[in-house]
């Protein structure tokens, strides 16, 4: 598999002392002795302004892109992270699945914690916006914050999500426009205040979506022909 497309980060924007960062597919959120890639720490650290002092309150897995928020104050970021443990922030995710999705879905399936020794709670709403074939486009808003909880309960329930290899389907399928990373998106995240971000699919994403749709409708039936 080729590496990531990846991109520099960017700020998105800034409110109520809070910055909303975008971190690409390929970077870490945090520095870790177990991967080797880039972090956004030290790219925030090499920055001017406020980002310099401004540090991530929350995680993003290394192969998904979309919004870090951070904030240079100590009790800003640990009132940052109690609101997300509380379920005060919601976040809206964008992933392209293997398989037909129904309409919409609430997937409930505790999940093991390796930390705890025992399985958590963990809850996933999802919307299917756009059917691409043997694909769906799904927008999802997980309830609680467990690890990796989007890809491990979407492969439970037979739509893992392009690209993934940690938790892939049970067999191989080829692509349309296949973006060599994984197909998920941190798109948007509200505050308990009702501020929100918001980010678009960076352009790996893009260019992945169009040929999927090209691509499925190529094998859709024609309005003359029996469906």
């Known amino acids: 598999m080729s590496p990531p497309n990846l991109t520099v980060p960017r700020l998105i924007g800034a409110k109520e002392g809070i910055l909303a960062v975008y971190k690409p597919a390929g970077m870490l959120a945090h520095p870790s002795a177990e991967a080797q890639a880039p972090d956004l720490i030290s790219w925030l650290r090499s920055q001017g302004g406020a980002l310099r002092k401004a540090l991530p309150a929350h995680r993003l897995d290394l192969e998904t892109s979309g919004i870090v928020l951070c904030a240079q104050d100590p009790d800003a970021r640990a009132a940052l992270g109690r609101a ?88 191989k399928v080829k692509v349309p426009g296949f973006p060599h990373r994984l197909w998920l998106h941190a798109q948007v995240v509200e505050l308990p205040s009702g501020a929100r971000f918001e980010c678009a699919l960076p352009p790996e994403l893009e260019d992945s979506l169009k040929l999927m749709r090209e691509g499925a409708a190529k094998v859709a039936p024609s309005p003359n022909e029996p469906g």
Not at 112 to 124: E, F, I, Y
Not at 147 to 155: A, Y
């Open 84 to 171: 997300f443990e509380d379920g005060l922030i919601h976040k809206t995710y964008l992933a392209v699945v293997i398989g037909q999705a129904h309409e919409k879905g609430v997937i409930r399936r505790p999940l093991q914690d390796a930390r705890r020794g025992h399985a958590l709670d963990a809850v996933t709403r999802y919307r299917l916006v756009e059917a691409l074939g043997g694909f769906s486009l799904l927008s999802l808003q997980p309830e609680t914050g467990r690890k990796h909880q989007i890809r491990r309960h979407l492969q439970g329930v037979g739509l893992p999500v392009v690209g993934d290899t940690r938790y892939p389907g049970p067999r």
